[in-house]
């Protein structure tokens, strides 16, 4: 039987409609709209680019879009110094430092600086220590948007096998704890693993984070076993993931494609981030 496609930019694009009609909603009841800081330094095309595709997001949700651009010999003290000044800005909800940083400067120092009820990426060591301990916080975006995935396909999490293929800290590891966070149980592989193949025909729900194209051949898949292929890789046939997607297919009970599979969530996990921090400041100042 074929299996299910997941179809990540019609449900990116259903959290982009949600996010945006909390945006008018509060509008209506006379709240602020939620502001999103950006931070590029220095002039990295690629960076550029992801900025601005977050900016024209953000826009056209309804948000409040701040960009700082900073020249590429910023010292760490000025990067540190805006940090700071949007840290206490109650018109700014979220604060998103592009990464790569030029080199010289410390990005993951400089991250570390954003204040945990700002950091949309959720991507400093408090909100993955947060994370980690199971306490609340903002979550990850590609993780967040991969449980979304899952959620939005009704795949069960709870009770499956989840086998996870990278243990980076962007998204292996906070899946991790997303998943054992759902009562899965979650093994983690990586370039070490011994017989790579076997764990992952063990699992339910297997996710790859790898950055290699088409690493996991049909026969380590599960059959029936839904497939998260979070890979993206540039090759000269185009993009492609770290699934051999048309092997895959054959065998999985569903399957995400690349590109319109992950690709989509984290740019909208990022707008449904920055609604939920302003949320919770809320909430904390009512309580
Ligand atoms: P990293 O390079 O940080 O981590 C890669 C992981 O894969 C490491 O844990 C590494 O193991 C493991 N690994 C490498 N080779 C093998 C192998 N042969 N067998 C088993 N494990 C292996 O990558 P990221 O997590 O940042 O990204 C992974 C992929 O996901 C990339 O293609 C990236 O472009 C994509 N990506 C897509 C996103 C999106 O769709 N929005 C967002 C983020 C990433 P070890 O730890 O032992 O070195």
């Not at 309804?62 to 590429?72: N, T």
């Not at 690493?215 to 090759?235: E, Q």
Request: negative net charge.
């Amino acid at each position: 039987m074929a299996p299910i496609v997941i179809d990540g930019a019609s449900i990116a694009g259903a959290i982009r409609s949600e996010v945006a009609d909390a945006v008018a909603e509060r509008d209506r009841h006379g709240l602020a709209k939620p502001g999103l800081a950006t931070i590029l330094v220095g002039e990295d095309p690629a960076s550029a680019v992801y900025v601005a595709n977050k900016i024209k997001a953000c826009s056209q949700v309804g948000f409040e879009g701040f960009h700082h651009a900073l020249p590429a010999d910023s010292n760490f003290e000025a990067v540190e110094a805006l940090i700071e000044q949007l840290n206490s800005d109650p018109t700014v909800s979220g604060i998103l430092l592009q990464l790569p940083v030029p080199e010289g400067l410390d990005g993951a120092a400089l991250s570390a600086l954003i204040s945990p009820n700002k950091d949309v990426d959720g991507l400093t060591p408090a909100s993955a220590g947060a994370l980690a301990l199971g306490r609340p916080g903002l979550r990850p975006c590609t993780p967040a948007g991969i449980i979304e995935l899952l959620d939005r396909t009704a795949i069960q999490i709870s009770g499956s096998e989840a086998v996870i293929v990278g243990r980076s800290d962007l998204v292996g590891r906070p899946l991790a704890s997303l998943l054992l966070e759902r009562d899965a149980t979650v093994t983690i592989c990586h370039s070490r693993t011994i017989d790579l193949p076997e764990v992952c025909r063990r699992a339910d729900i297997l996710i790859v984070a790898v950055g290699r194209p088409e690493l996991v051949a049909a026969d380590w898949v599960k059959p029936g076993a839904t497939v998260i292929d979070v890979g993206i890789n540039r090759t000269d046939s185009g993009l492609i993931g770290d699934v051999d997607f048309a092997g895959a297919s054959k065998v999985a009970g569903a399957i995400t494609p690349v590109p319109g599979g992950v690709g989509p969530m984290t740019i909208a996990m990022l707008l449904r981030n920055t609604l939920l921090a302003v949320e919770s400041v809320e909430a904390r100042v009512s309580a």
